[in-house]
């Protein structure tokens, strides 16, 4: 099967009311429902999908020639089993999701929709990690500001 992942931050400043009066429930222009969304399909053929909540997931980074892994307690997991038992995996913190849904089509492929709150400091330092900054290693340097998502200031 094939697997698609949509990740959307909610906009906590959307006004539900305000687009029930005046656009028909949707959002408009000027009243957002979401500041930003990636998608991204897990590569290769996927034989099973599973989810594992309040997870730790090994964050493997390398700093020069050292490579490291720190654990992330407390982490949504989104795990993609390929034909060949490789493992490809997705991963958010679990204080960031607000909701999920998944999605099959008539040919089996799953499309899984991931709806973080917003208003919280998001660091993704690779495709498909999305660990709120308070829960970032203490003993990693954050990734460039760039790379942190927010729709607030300091």
């Known amino acids: 099967m094939k697997v698609t992942v949509t ?10 009311e305000l687009a029930e009066r005046h656009n028909d429930g ?3 222009e000027s009243n957002i429902l979401y500041n930003w969304e990636d998608e991204f399909e897990i590569s290769g053929d996927v034989k099973d999908f599973k989810i594992r ?3 730790a997931y090994d964050l493997t980074v390398q700093l020069g020639d050292d490579v490291q892994t720190h654990p992330v307690p407390g982490m949504m997991i989104v795990d993609c089993v390929l034909d060949d038992d490789a493992v490809t995996s997705c991963a958010f913190s679990r204080n960031l ?10 040919n089996g492929d799953v ?10 400091k998001i660091v993704v330092p690779m495709t498909g990690v999305y660990i709120a900054e308070k829960d970032f290693p203490k ?3 954050l990734p460039e500001e760039d790379e942190i998502t927010s729709d607030e200031e300091d």
């Open 97 to 106: 999701v607000k909701d999920t849904k998944k999605v099959l089509n008539k």
């Open 139 to 141: 003993e990693l340097p």
């Open 53 to 55: 909540n309040n997870a």
């Open 7 to 16: 990740v959307k931050e909610v906009n906590p400043e959307f006004d539900h």
């Open 111 to 120: 499309h899984f929709f991931v709806f973080l709150k917003g208003g919280k």
């Open 26 to 28: 949707k959002e408009s």
